[in-house]
């Protein structure tokens, strides 16, 4: 632990940063979604792009707010704690008497009798709902596992109609991403940001605590207001037990590279945790928006 006699780092002013200096952001091209011709995730195929529609496009802010009821969860790379901090924000819901489900669309890296993420969540939280899209055996992108693996990719589509399914009868539904935002589901480019939108749901961002992190947070909040999504804040995967200098400054710095707050610190070496000792911890490294219990505090 480090305590308040440890350097204190002043706030970036980066507020003109954070919208672009006040320029319009333009929404990167995208194939156009097509409409589902049948059950279950589509072939790989190819065709020529067509513009992503524009922010303006995007769904209204009114019709985006949710109690909390549909969550995706991405990083800003891979291997930053998605998974564990997925863990928590269900471990939190489960204390509050919720139910849960947890969507992994893509597993990839995982062989048909391993246990992937979704069973990492299960083992931690407890009784969660969880689903899997698709599993492809090669630690890679999923629409470059797919490929290699000869099997059909997951769609954006099936996403969300995977999503609307399980809050239907959920209380909050979670969806973990795999890696980044941007990270490739089909041969058509489709990502977690076009799942997220169709589904109209919030975005949260897992980011590494160290050197480096604020200017791969800022991008991916870029990648967010350009596809128009709302992100209720940013976790850090994985804080470590002594945090260096970089680590303590990035606590008041990231709040404006992402553009929104730092809503919790899950600690270093958290999935190693006993399931019973993460599910009593776990609430307490997450703020109330997302279901914490209340106690936690960003050190000074």
């Known amino acids: 632990m480090w305590h308040a ?33 049948g059950a279950g995730p589509e072939p790989v195929c190819t065709g020529q792009a067509a513009p992503f529609p524009s922010k303006a496009a995007a769904p209204s802010a009114q019709s985006r707010r949710h109690t909390m009821s549909v969550l995706f ?33 893509a597993q990839t890296g995982v062989t048909a009798h391993e246990p992937g993420d979704v069973a990492e969540v299960e083992r931690l939280a407890g009784p969660v709902t969880g689903v899997e899209l698709a599993r492809y055996p090669e630690p890679l992108a999923p629409a470059t596992a797919a490929l290699r693996a000869g099997l059909p990719p997951v769609g954006p589509q099936d996403i969300a109609e995977a999503t609307a399914k399980l809050a239907a009868s959920h209380d909050l539904v979670l969806v973990e991403g795999a890696g980044g935002l941007l990270v490739r589901f089909d041969a058509d480019g489709h990502t977690l940001a076009d799942a997220a939108r169709l ?48 680590s303590r400054c990035n606590l008041a710095d990231l709040p404006d590279a992402a553009g929104a707050p730092l809503l919790g610190l ?26 914490g219990s209340g106690a936690f505090r960003i050190p000074s």
């Open 266 to 291: 899950v600690p270093e070496g958290s999935g190693g945790l006993a399931p019973q000792a993460f599910r009593a911890a776990a609430p307490g490294w997450l703020a109330s928006a997302l279901g």
């Open 73 to 105: 969860v991405t990083g800003t790379g891979t291997e930053i704690g998605k998974t564990v901090t997925t863990a928590a924000i269900a471990a939190a819901a489960l204390a509050r008497g919720r139910s849960v489900a947890v969507l992994k669309p």
């Open 5 to 37: 006699s440890a350097p204190r780092c002043a706030r970036r002013r980066a507020r003109a940063d954070r919208t672009g200096g006040g320029g319009r952001l333009s929404a990167p091209r995208r194939p156009a979604l097509r409409p589902r011709t």
């Open 199 to 246: 589904a109209e749901a919030p975005v949260l961002v897992v980011a590494q605590a160290g050197l480096g992190t604020l200017n791969a947070t800022a991008l991916t909040a870029l990648a967010l207001r350009a596809y128009g999504l709302d992100s209720p804040g940013v976790v850090i995967g994985s804080w470590p037990a002594e945090p260096d200098l970089a």
